[in-house]
């Protein structure tokens, strides 16, 4: 198989590193990203349609990574991209916001079984921030409720202690619990009787460099019993798996209501907006926040995530997508035995997540995925990867091969 | 945003713990020494809270090791001179210059400690605080540097496990020892247990975990001295990662306040 090339991604980075701290900061970035090794993969794309993305060298890869999550129905999808661009004609950015953004909220809160009201941002972190500003007004209280793992966004209020720009005012509220610990959770609630404006929580763990964690039978439940007892408002952060678990929202799928619910990521297919839904009783605090952005309101996204959600809700495509992302576990699974390595896929196939359970150092995991990368799969090592429409049993095929092929590579290296 | 005991564990372990290197490094340490045998035990007081650092500094020959002791070890007691602070300000103050420490025991050879101990020691700062025409030396510039490493990697320790911020870092490792390396020229293993930190006296034993590699001993001085960023450095190739990435990321922001510890 021929491997990939990256001259031209190394000279922009060059360029980029002049200009640009880091060069390329945050999650697509080589170092968070954790492209190990860095020589592996492409730093810059040049365009990117359906399943696929090119790199600035012309290499083509299946992207499991979509984006992180927005490209759902496939990059460049005609029906979203027309009501974005018939939309883009009569305005996007305008003093007056356009009334997509009413049908917006009426499709949302028609589509989200926990929703009575959406209100709109730009990313994930706008959507969770607002959500912690919503509960502490609402409630009068200061302290939230963590799951061990989580990720919420990037604000001062998301982050540890020990991230550099953050004080300890910054986190001081912040209450860090064990996922599924249900005796962790009675006594947080117990040692912080009347204190606890929220928790927050992500549909099921889907933290990095450990193996993707579901609910425990009843565990959701109890959350949102206790949470109902001690006055203290749920908040599910759907902003990574919205959508690929179920249409009217993950806690639907999981079986239970959260009280605010963040949307991003899937929600237009790569346009730019967030959304925070919730129920009827936290509508009013919700208005009373300052809270909004240059960009907030712009007609554009609203039009583009009308079309992704009516295109979702078409293809049935929470279904859709876990059959795809099943067939491809299944088949890397298979191929990893070949090759006498025990290859771990969990959380929902959709967003699946993959560990090499014959590896504690995740050294041999790196070596594969790089060889992945290499041969023109993009997958990532420690980070759940996406499934989208687009994606075809072609495609399915072809990554299983090279998956193969790199367990094979790595098989004589190490043999 | 530090705090003297933490600053004090620095001072004992990491910065007179370097004097073994020094003497394996540069023969004048050893003229300095001559064939003296000698021990100092040195115990700081944490408060009355905290405990505090402790450790022995053995001399034989011209050359030197260093060994941590729990904190009021009686060890300590053992040594031919013994040094007690009975704050970290005071154990600091020894270290800046400004307190001159007066031996609990071995008063008689207090002048090994004015004599070839201070010698010793303004060596050692000539290569933490070098001067930028000592460092055109190459020969200076590596001994500087593969000290200034060993001083950091275990400063790393010493603020995992004393340091409150560094141990919120600490506390998200993982067990496992992770090797930092500069090229093929240096190497320490920081080992993890129960999200405790130790220096490994010897990295080619352990099993390591993770590995944060800088490029050549260059790129290891350009990141100590803050002129190159270790996320950017990642990008293009001069640091390069791999293993258990939760280790090595902790670690790196246990790096970061080094920097304020040292400053």
Known sequence: MKLNDYTKSREAFARAKRVIPSGIYGHQGPAEGCFIPTDAFPYFSLRAQGSYFWDADGNRFIDYMCAYGPNILGYNDPDVDEAARKQRELGDCITAPSERMIEFAELLVDTVASADWAFFAKNGNDATTGAILCARAYTHRKKIVFFRGYYHGVSPWTQKVDYPGIIEEDVCNNICIPWNDVNALHTVFEENKGQIAAIIGQPYLHGNFADNELPAPGFWQEVRRLCTENDTVLIVDDVRAGFRLDLAGSDHYFGFEADLICFCKALANGYNVSALCGKEFLKNTMSSLSYTGSYWLSAVPFAAGIACIEKMKRLDLACVLQEKGQRLCDGLVFAAGKYGFDLRVSGIPSLFYLRRADDPTLMLHQEWISECVRRGVYFTNHHNHFINAALSDEDIRETIEVAEEAFRVVRERHS | ?263
């Open chain 2, 1 to 263: 945003m530090t705090d003297t005991r933490t600053l004090s564990y620095i001072n004992l372990h990491a910065i007179l713990g370097s004097l073994p290197m020094l003497c394996a490094l540069d023969s004048r340490a050893g003229e300095i020494l001559g064939k003296k045998r000698m021990t100092v035990g040195i115990s700081v007081s944490g408060g009355s809270a905290a405990p505090g650092a402790a450790g022995i500094l053995s001399f034989e020959n011209g050359r030197c090791t260093y060994t941590e002791c729990a904190p009021g070890s009686p060890d300590v007691g053992d040594a031919k001179i013994v040094l007690t602070f009975p704050t970290p300000e005071k154990f600091n103050g020894m270290i800046d210059g400004t307190v001159t420490p007066i031996p609990k025991k071995g008063l008689l050879r207090a002048g090994f400690l004015t004599g070839p101990f201070t010698r010793l020691t303004d060596l050692l700062t000539a290569y933490l605080r070098p001067k930028d025409e000592d460092l055109a030396d190459p020969a200076f510039f590596r001994i500087s540097t593969m000290l200034m490493f060993h001083v950091i990697a275990r400063s790393v320790c010493c603020i995992g496990n004393e340091d409150a911020v560094g141990r919120a870092s600490a506390s998200y490792i993982p067990d496992g020892a992770v090797l930092l390396a500069a090229g093929n020229e240096i190497s320490f293993a920081v080992r993890a247990e129960n999200h405790r930190l130790s220096l490994s006296p010897d990295p080619t034993e352990e099993t390591i975990t993770a590995e944060m590699r800088f490029a050549d001993l260059l790129t290891a001085r350009a990141l100590f001295d803050g002129k190159i960023n270790s996320v950017a450095s990642v990008g293009d190739g001069l640091i390069s990662i791999r293993g258990m990435i939760p280790q090595v990321d902790n670690i790196n922001r246990i790096l970061d306040r080094v920097a304020l510890y040292l400053a």
